[in-house]
């Protein structure tokens, strides 16, 4: 009788530990199947919008990524020229788009690590490219439906 409760035991821990051990893109309920069609999101923090984003759904693939706006503290980077100060900005946000086009909408978690996406993170483009702002904008592009 002890080996069977043992053995039990030891079935229900590791059913409880495998659960745990599901990755993000498996249980995000924000990215699982969206219809196809075109979507825009925005971020927006202190009273400024900062990222408004449009992409559309094809197959669940992403497609037709831009930006809208991209904007910090006043500072509109989609007007930056090369050569500019902000031109590393706006070039990064760039690979971000290129990155996730044509990719599954879960490729959207892997901004939270924008150094694994973005080729030149440096000390100054470190500070602005964030990922969970253009994740945010996404999922509020797909909570909103179908623009």
Known sequence: ???YLIAAMVLMLAAMLGMGCTSK???DPALQIHPDGRYRGVYGDGGEQQISIEFHLKDGL???LSFRHLQYKGKDYRRAKEGDVDWPVL???GMVLAYLEGKP???VLDLYNPGNVVADV????GATIRGSKIISAIRDGLNRGIY
Not at 122 to 125: A, E
């Open 105 to 107: 909408l879960s490729a």
């Open 1 to 3: 009788m002890k080996k």
């Open 25 to 27: 893109r498996a249980v």
């Open 62 to 64: 992403l497609t037709k």
């Open 91 to 93: 070039r990064q946000h």
């Open 122 to 125: 440096d000390g100054f483009s």
